[in-house]
């Protein structure tokens, strides 16, 4: 079937890199994405990565695929007060045409 | 430039009552649209999506309705609301290729008292 797990909470430092963690089932999925949701606001695209590709860097985000153990990874540098938000993995996968399918969220918090 | 359109963006509506809540977008045509819940403190649940006019699928049993009136109308409604029923509602929309994911609406914070 088909699920995407990622942990609930994630706190850490300002300036300090977060790093938030995912893991996908469905390994013939295509795209893997990475969602922010601010406080009260609906979700927006951060990133996505295609499934024939092993790293993607944009500015401060760095997202990190392992097909093999099915595992996505998004990693932020210099994690600032404005980071603070619910961060949604989701995949596409093949046998779902037309679905993305989300995880439960990551809350992250910065610590001053 | 496509734009998607979610209202009211907070509801507090008594148990029994009826609910309607429409998503529009701007700018494309024939998009795949979804609406999803997101209850207190939790993860995103797909409730409906649709493919084109009147093509509505339904992903889990429960007291919610969608409809599909226009191309780039959908709508979420309910004849008795529960109390069950609070949750935080988002509308998204794909172009059908997935490489850009989904783009989300604003969400719709629905309060049943």
């Known amino acids: 079937g088909e699920d995407v797990e990622q942990s609930l909470f994630l706190s850490v430092r300002e300036g300090d890199s977060s790093v938030i963690n995912c893991t996908y089932t469905d390994s013939s999925s295509t795209y893997l994405y990475w969602y922010k949701q601010e406080p009260g606001a609906g979700l927006q695209l951060l990133t996505y990565i295609f499934s024939n590709m092993d790293m993607k860097q944009d500015q401060r985000l760095t997202v990190l695929l392992n097909k093999k153990d099915k595992h996505l990874s998004l990693r932020i540098a210099d994690t600032q007060t404005g980071d603070s938000a619910i961060y949604f993995c989701?995949?596409?996968?093949?046998?779902?045409?037309?679905?993305?399918?989300f995880g439960s969220g990551t809350r992250l918090s910065i610590r001053p | 430039s496509q734009t998607i359109h979610q209202w009211p963006a907070t509801l507090v509506q008594p148990v029994g009552s009826p609910l309607s809540l429409e998503c529009t977008v701007e700018?494309?045509?024939?998009?795949?649209l979804y609406w999803y819940r997101q209850a207190a403190g939790r993860g995103l649940q797909l409730l409906f999506y649709s493919v084109g006019i009147g093509q509505i699928s339904s992903e889990v049993p429960q007291n919610l309705s969608a409809s599909r009136p226009q191309d780039r109308q959908f709508i979420l409604s309910s004849k008795k609301l529960l109390l069950s029923d609070s949750g935080f509602y988002l509308c998204?929309?794909?172009?059908?290729?997935?490489?850009?994911?989904?783009?989300f609406g604003s969400g719709t914070r629905l309060t049943v008292v």
């Open positions: 998204a929309w794909s172009q059908g290729a997935e490489i850009y994911g989904y783009t």
């Open positions: 700018g494309t045509s024939n998009p795949n």
């Open positions: 989701a995949e596409s996968p093949y046998s779902s045409a037309s679905k993305i399918i």
